[in-house]
């Protein structure tokens, strides 16, 4: 990952010097524009992903960065004979392929992942092993301006915000006030804080590794001293995020909910992401002391400048290597054949609105419930079902369904084990079972069985992704359907399902007894409402 270039020997330096000509450097734009034409449609969506979410502000940097981080290796580049390779070619259209596959599917992450191997295939196509190995890592800096897949997304959030908060409330705790943790809630008594998507370190995390990776690199250390810096950022952002959040707790204690919030909240996060950075400086120079070769701070880095090559050293032009020539055709063929493909819209569907649904079968009657603005704002659903249903013994169940009609663009059903956490809920199990008699469209049902506890409080939760006919428990084969399906069938609608209800005195059978009676009743009424 963090490569040392190779060193370029005194009588290599006196030969001469390798220069791209003109019509070279024209090619090369040439072949940057065309690699960016063909994978417009995912680099925009990235950018107004940027724009949009703090977390990753910084990514607009990073190119620039990376230029630099190129250019300062110029003088050992021009001493390099440009080769060329094949395996570059290779590279190229095997980033082709993904891209066709990520612009079928419209799932953005795999067109972004596959214009960085585009680019560095066209790289080593022009340049060859030897010279390639010196871009290597400016090159994989450019991996930190890609966001993260929308599912990997909230399950990484949901842990931060539950780590943050117990490490927070201990900090709180330390200074004698009593306070209460329930999920991602802190309870103060006087005043309650929820640890959101906002506080769960993340938009700390993003940068702070693209900066570990960066001062990694220029790090004038051994590789494992470097790889220590760069994992590194991980701990420390969940420690001074932890104590940002204890911080908060305790100046709302003192002086009230106005503490958390508007500018002094935002002030907060941007001097605490400084302390990361101070941090991590003292980490490094830590790091440096251990050894027989201790520097200084000021001689941590390796910020120096290419030095220009003596007037006297022939120059010469490099050619361009057939390998590029090829991946440069392939770039310009590949967008012909893209912009003749028919446009990928999303299949019509016929379903009934969850509104239609019956609040009465069987031995069951229903309320149903309106979710909050600011959580339809998080989940980005369709359509939706939630409603408490009482059987004849008085026993209530909570039926919850999100129905998404295309889950292409990042909306996709959130997981119950990462949402599960945030409401103060502890998972206490969870496998997969059978439900004896229920079927739906023919499957027999198979769900997800999690208990799960909150102080004396327990529940039992069934749940499962009934996506596009097939009854689903497992989150990442969700994922590799819809990915799937929307190449063969256009079709990336589907809906999470979740059945609710309470454990009474560890009477454990009694509630999947209750589940089960209900996932029998509800399971054939879905058919017209999540399609098949």
Partial sequence: MLLDTDVVSANDADTKVWRLSNSAWALLVVAVILAGVFSFEGLKYMADVWFSQEEY???YFIPAISLFLIWQKRDVLERLRFDGSWLGTAVVLLGLGLSLLGDLSTIYVVMQYSFLIVVAGLALTLMGWRAFKAILVPLLLLAFMVPLPNFLYQGLSAESQLI????????????????????????????????????????????LMALGFIAAYLFKAPLWKRAVVFLSTIPITILMNSIRIGIIGLLVEHWGVSMAEGFLHDFEGWAI???????????MWLLSQIGPRKLALRDLFTLDLPHSSNAST???????????????????????????????????????????FPMSFDRWSGRPERMEAVYLNVLKLDDYMLADFVNGNGRVVNFYVAYYASQRKGESAHSPRSCIPGGGWQITSLDQQKVDGATIGGQPLVVNRVVIQKGDNRQLVYYWFQQRGRIITNEYMAKWYLLWDSLTRNRTDGALVRLVTDINSGRDAEADMQLNAFARSVGPRLAGYIPD
């Fill in 57 to 59: 502000s910084y990514a």
């Fill in 164 to 207: 943050s908060s117990q490490i927070g409330v201990g900090i709180i705790r330390l200074f004698g006030i009593s306070v209460l943790l329930e999920g991602n809630v802190i309870d103060l008594g006087s005043y309650k804080l929820q640890v959101a998507e906002a506080c769960n370190g993340l938009r700390y995390l993003f940068p």
């Fill in 273 to 283: 992401f400084m302390t990361c950075i101070g941090v991590l400086l003292g980490e």
């Fill in 314 to 356: 022939p120059v010469r032009d490099r050619a361009v290597s057939k390998p590029f020539q090829t991946a440069v055709i392939a770039l310009a063929v590949a967008i012909v054949a893209f912009a003749l493909l028919p446009p990928r819209v999303e299949a019509l569907l016929q379903r009934r609105d969850f509104s239609q």
